[in-house]
């Protein structure tokens, strides 16, 4: 469990992961020392897993997005872990969840259109062998997209 400073230097991290490590030693009210040494322990324990750029994603061009309901025919462990190999490699997969009820996996995908969300059921979904059901909800509109656990 993660606690005391170790929580706010992540949750000042969360917020802005390009700012120097005198910046985040004072906010925190540590050394700048002990501020790179702490960062360091949640690099090398796995915890902080990597920084990157935030980018909008209809500015980018990816205006629309879904989430699709996939059901599986079969469950056998060759065909579950082809399938999740195949979602890993495709780009327009941002998140794939196992869930239990009505789907097996949800997928949220991001595409420039509707055209290319076509091209990316005919050309990949509907081409992956054993499945029973693809149902698409598209995204009308973003209430909420955190990226940042909640420290």
Not at 24 to 37: E, K, N, T
Not at 62 to 73: E, G, K, N, Q, R
Request: hydrophobic share 45%; with cysteine.
């Amino acid at each position: 469990m993660i606690e005391g400073q170790d929580r706010r230097l992540l949750a000042h991290l969360q917020k802005d992961g390009r700012r120097s490590n005198q910046d985040l030693a004072d906010d925190v009210g540590m050394s700048s020392s002990a501020c790179w040494r702490r960062v360091r322990a949640l690099e090398e324990s796995g915890v902080i897993t990597g920084y990157a750029a935030l980018v909008d994603r209809e500015r980018a061009g990816f205006l629309t997005s879904a989430i699709l309901h996939v059901s599986l025919d079969r469950h056998d462990a060759t065909f579950v872990t082809q399938f999740v190999a195949r979602v890993k490699r495709r780009p327009e997969v941002l998140e794939c969840f196992a869930t239990t009820g009505d789907a097996d996996y949800h997928l949220r995908v991001v595409v420039a259109d509707m055209a290319a969300y076509n091209r990316f059921l005919d050309e990949f979904m509907f081409k992956i062998p054993g499945i029973r059901h693809v149902r698409t909800n598209v995204i009308l509109k973003e209430i909420k997209c955190d990226v940042a656990l909640p420290f």
